[in-house]
T-cell receptor, first 114, second 116 residues
Framework: AQSVTQLDSQVPVFEEAPVELRCNYSSSVSVYLFWYVQYPNQGLQLLLKYLSGSTLVESINGFEAEFNKSQTSFHLRKPSVHISDTAEYFC????????????FGTGTQLKVEL | DTGVSQDPRHKITKRGQNVTFRCDPISEHNRLYWYRQTLGQGPEFLTYFQNEAQLEKSRLLSDRFSAERPKGSFSTLEIQRTEQGDSAMYLCASTPGLALDTGELFFGEGSRLTVL
C-alpha cells in the first residue's frame, strides 16, 4: 500500500515570497506522483505530475516539483507567490499500473497575504 | 460545460434515511471513481469502474454503500440507513482509461452530505 505525508497543514506566506509545500510518500512499488489544487468552492484540479523522465516538473502557473527517489519526496515550490495561489494543495501517489487509484495526503492550506 | 457533473451538490438528511448521488463523467471517459473527503482530510478512495464493471472497492465502502454504473456512462452512489459519520464530501472523477490514460483524474465539484 502507498501512503502520503504532508507535514504542514497550513502555510501562511506574503505575496511575492517563495514557498515550499512538503510531501513525502511511502511505497514498496514504483509510483506516479501528483499535486492537485483545490481553490475555494471549486473541484480538485491537477497542478502537475511526475510519471517518468525528468525529475523536475513544472506547471503553467509557475509551480515546480522535484521527484527525489532516495528521499521519497515530491516537494512543491514556487519562487514568488500571488494572492490567487491561495488554495488547498494535495499531494497524491498512484501505483504504476494500478488503475489510477490515487492515495492523497491530508492537504496543505496555502494562504497568501498582502 | 463538459466536465464531471455531480448531483445534488448539497444534501441534508436525517439519520437512518437513504441518499443517492449521481455522477456524470466526461463524455467517453471509460473509468469512473468515487472518493470521500472529510473535514481536514484528503480524499479517500471508495471504488472505481471500468465501463460498467466495478473493478475495486475500498474497505471504507461498508455494506450500506452501493455504487453502480449500469450503462457505462453515469454512476450512482447510494448510502442506506445513513449515520452521522457518513457526513462528508463525495467526489467523483473520471479518466479516459487504457491507452489514453495520462495518470490524471478529472474531478467534479463534489456532493456534500450532512447527516443530522
Amino acid at each position: 500500500a502507498q501512503s502520503v505525508t504532508q507535514l504542514d497543514s497550513q502555510v501562511p506566506v506574503f505575496e511575492e515570497a517563495p514557498v515550499e509545500l512538503r510531501c513525502n510518500y511511502s511505497s514498496s512499488v514504483s509510483v506516479y506522483l501528483f499535486w492537485y489544487v483545490q481553490y475555494p468552492n471549486q473541484g480538485l484540479q491537477l497542478l502537475l505530475k511526475y510519471l517518468s523522465g525528468s525529475t523536475l516538473v513544472e506547471s503553467i502557473n509557475g509551480f515546480e516539483a522535484e521527484f527525489n527517489k532516495s528521499q521519497t519526496s515530491f516537494h512543491l515550490r514556487k519562487p514568488s507567490v500571488h494572492i490567487s495561489d491561495t488554495a488547498e494543495y494535495f499531494c497524491a501517489v498512484s501505483k504504476q499500473g494500478g488503475g489510477n487509484k490515487l492515495t492523497f495526503g491530508t492537504g496543505t492550506q496555502l494562504k497568501v497575504e498582502l | 460545460d463538459t466536465g464531471v457533473s455531480q448531483d445534488p451538490r448539497h444534501k441534508i438528511t436525517k439519520r437512518g434515511q437513504n441518499v443517492t448521488f449521481r455522477c456524470d463523467p466526461i463524455s467517453e471517459h471509460n473509468r469512473l471513481y468515487w472518493y470521500r473527503q472529510t473535514l481536514g482530510q484528503g480524499p479517500e478512495f471508495l471504488t472505481y469502474f471500468q465501463n460498467e464493471a466495478q473493478l475495486e472497492k475500498s474497505r471504507l465502502l461498508s455494506d450500506r454503500f452501493s455504487a453502480e454504473r449500469p450503462k457505462g456512462s453515469f454512476s450512482t452512489l447510494e448510502i442506506q440507513r445513513t449515520e452521522q459519520g457518513d457526513s462528508a464530501m463525495y467526489l467523483c472523477a473520471s479518466t479516459p482509461g487504457l491507452a489514453l490514460d495520462t495518470g490524471e483524474l478529472f474531478f467534479g465539484e463534489g456532493s456534500r452530505l450532512t447527516v443530522l
